[in-house]
């Protein structure tokens, strides 16, 4: 089940966000070793985890198993506050269509086999491509390796490079852009080999965020 938390569920999501935030720190920390992010209570947050961002969040027995976070760009991000440099002096994009997509990821843990394809992982991208519709953007702003370039334009996503990728903390990491296409579900869900209904988000999730959207659109 995918369930979306953003500024109207904000207030009465604490306990599914402590159990993001937990997620985050054994995933991101303790599995893949990111040790700045390491807290003492074991809950990774930044300070843009706040009422304005989106978490996408998979969830199965009440164990939180993949998740996203949303950003919008009009607000203080990761590109614009964090790693301005990925840009090597251009500007970041930004605007009311424009998010900024991070920490995506999926249990390890719970993957039946390192070379199959991960159903969790997929029902993640699917869900985010959903949601991605409903609310009416454009696309995201990502920075992650080089190699995720290739793998979203395999599911679908239109993706362009803002620079050239550089060397983070000892990792290669780039900007880029991804756009979304009103195929971009199909094509992932044909990807991940995922069977069942042609929504993974139901009917209506995310409208207040829309109707939010289209607020701002008008007034700009």
Not at 162 to 190: C, E, H, K, Q, S
Request: aromatic fraction near 8%; charged fraction near 25%; glycine fraction near 8%.
């Amino acid at each position: 089940m995918i369930t979306i938390i953003d500024r109207d569920s904000y207030q009465a999501s604490a306990d599914l966000l402590d159990r993001i935030y937990c997620f985050r720190h054994r995933l991101f920390v303790e599995t893949m070793r990111w040790e700045a992010c390491r807290k003492p209570d074991g809950r990774e947050r930044d300070q843009f985890d706040g009422p304005d961002c989106i978490h996408v969040a998979g969830i199965d027995d009440g164990e939180v198993v993949s998740y996203s976070r949303l950003l919008p760009t009009t607000r203080p991000h990761l590109q614009s506050h964090v790693y301005p440099e990925l840009l090597q002096g251009a500007k970041a994009p930004s605007g009311p269509r424009l998010f900024e997509w991070t920490r995506c990821g999926a249990a390890p843990w719970r993957r039946a086999s390192a070379t199959a394809k991960d159903p969790v992982a997929g029902r993640q991208f699917v869900a985010v491509a959903e949601l991605t519709g409903l609310l009416g953007l454009d696309g995201y702003l990502i920075q992650a390796h080089p190699i995720m370039i290739t793998h979203l334009a395999t599911l679908g996503w239109e993706t362009e490079p803002l620079a050239l990728p550089m060397i983070y903390d000892g990792n290669p990491l780039v900007a880029f852009l991804a756009r979304w296409t009103p195929a971009t579900a199909d094509t992932t869900r044909a990807v991940f080999e995922l069977a069942g209904t042609p929504y993974d988000v139901p009917r209506g999730l995310g409208r207040a965020s829309l109707d939010r959207t289209e607020r701002i659109l008008r007034a700009s």
